[in-house]
Every structure is written in structure tokens, then in C-alpha cells.
């Protein structure tokens, strides 16, 4: 009897680490700094959803107008610039960091993302993207949906309160009044509220509870995970 063939060689698929939370859970600042120690690429699934939200604002401006088939044509501009420590979304060539945190495409872009061909065209350039480079992407779905077999997986959470903080630190440059993070903290959890059926925790993922750990304490141990996760796969 002739013998088996031997299995072909598994090809070595790069490595993941999929970072998924809740609105301002700290997930996008992380994710770069856990990168750039690890000399992979970042990819922000949610500025690709902002970036959609913004082409399809610059077409038209009410967005209670939007089909899916008008935001996935508006989508047509958006694409990511590889760098050399991240994906950046761009419009056509232009950079559009800022106009991506504005109030218009946060105030859209749940409704965006609500929308299962956009999900698809998201997570298609999401997935390119980590094809040939290991990467550390972040989003609400990136442990479930779009990288179930990602090798490190990790589940950010805060307290609303700290979140909001954070949030309006960044945007103001200066510390916030309570009132001001109480307003905050109300969008938030309306948006929480809003994207809960997209925000999905792998049952295998890591939750760290950032509410008393410093920036550098989660990206700390993040990247002992995904070191870890590298000595074992080697
Ligand atoms: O940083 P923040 O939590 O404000 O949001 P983001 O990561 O920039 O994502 C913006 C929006 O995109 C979220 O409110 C979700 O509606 C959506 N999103 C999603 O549905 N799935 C993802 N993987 C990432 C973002």
C-alpha cells in the first residue's frame, strides 16, 4: 500500500494581535505604541469606518439620506497608506486625521457601521492589509469576526467615567470640568449602547480593565502577551 503523502508544509501566516472594546477604551493609542515595540504595523478598523462616514458626509451632508449603496460608492476614495509602522486611511491623497475624530463623522458613524456590506468592504481592507506584514489591528469585531484565528487576542475595557476623561483630555489638551466629562461619559455609553451588536469579546481574549493602569502599564503587558504568543509559535 502506497504511503501516505506527507501534509503539505501549514504556509506561516503573519502574525495578529487583535485589540477589541468599547468607545474610548484606549484601544487606537495602544495599538500604535504596542506596533512600534514590536515592529509590526497598526491598523485602526475604526478610522477606516470614520473615513467611509467622512466621503460619504462630503457627498451628502445629511445622513439620514444614506443608503448603503451610497456609502459603499463614497467608499471608492477611501484607501489605506501603508507606513512604515501603521496603515493610515487616507481620501483620494489626502490625510485626514482630524476630520476623522470631528463631531459630524462620530455623530454618523455607528449608522455606518450598522451597515453589513460596509462591514464586509471594511474588513476585506482589513485583512489585505495584514496579508504580508504582522500587524496589530483594533476595532469592535477584530477577535471575532474578522480574525478568529488571531494568536493574541485582547479585550480593553474602562470605566465610562475614565473614558470620557481620557477622551476630552485629548481633544481639549487640558483637564476637562466634571461637567464636561459628565456630557462626555452620556455620548459614550450612547454609543456603546448604539454599536453593542458589533462589539464582540472572543471568549479566549485577554480583558484588561485599564481604569487604574497607565498607558504604559496595558501596552506592558499586551506585548509580554504577543512575545509570548511568538516564542510558541516558533
Ligand atoms: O475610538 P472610538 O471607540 O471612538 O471609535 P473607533 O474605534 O474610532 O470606531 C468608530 C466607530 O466605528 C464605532 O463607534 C463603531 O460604530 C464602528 N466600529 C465598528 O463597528 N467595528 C469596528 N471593528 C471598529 C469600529
Do not use: C
Request: aromatic letters at 4%; hydrophobic letters at 45%; charged letters at 30%.
Amino acid at each position: 500500500m502506497p504511503l501516505p503523502k506527507p501534509a503539505a508544509p501549514e504556509r506561516r501566516r503573519p502574525l495578529v494581535v487583535a485589540i477589541d472594546g468599547p468607545a474610548a477604551s484606549g484601544k487606537s493609542s495602544t495599538a500604535k505604541w504596542v506596533a512600534k515595540e514590536l515592529g509590526f504595523r497598526h491598523v485602526d478598523s475604526g478610522a477606516l469606518y470614520r473615513a467611509v462616514t467622512a466621503a460619504a458626509l462630503a457627498r451628502q451632508a445629511d445622513s439620514q439620506e444614506w443608503s448603503e449603496d451610497d456609502v459603499l460608492a463614497a467608499a471608492a476614495v477611501v484607501r489605506l497608506e501603508p507606513g512604515e509602522t501603521s496603515f493610515e486611511p487616507r481620501l483620494g491623497d489626502a490625510a485626514i486625521d482630524d476630520e476623522l475624530r470631528g463631531a459630524a463623522v462620530t455623530a454618523a458613524v455607528s449608522l455606518v457601521a450598522k451597515m453589513p456590506r460596509v462591514r464586509e468592504w471594511v474588513n476585506a481592507r482589513v485583512r489585505e492589509a495584514a496579508a504580508g506584514h504582522p500587524v496589530v489591528v483594533d476595532g469592535r469585531d477584530m477577535g471575532t469576526a474578522v480574525f478568529p484565528r488571531a494568536r493574541v487576542k485582547i479585550f480593553l475595557v474602562a470605566d465610562p467615567w475614565e473614558r470620557a476623561k481620557r477622551r476630552l483630555l485629548q481633544r481639549f489638551e487640558r483637564l476637562p470640568t466634571d461637567e464636561e466629562i459628565a456630557e462626555e461619559t452620556d455620548a459614550l455609553v450612547r454609543r456603546d449602547a448604539k454599536d453593542e451588536s458589533q462589539t464582540q469579546r472572543a471568549p479566549e481574549a485577554v480583558l484588561i480593565d485599564t481604569t487604574y493602569l497607565t498607558q504604559e502599564q496595558q501596552v506592558e503587558r499586551i506585548v509580554a502577551l504577543a512575545r509570548s504568543a511568538m516564542r510558541l509559535s516558533r
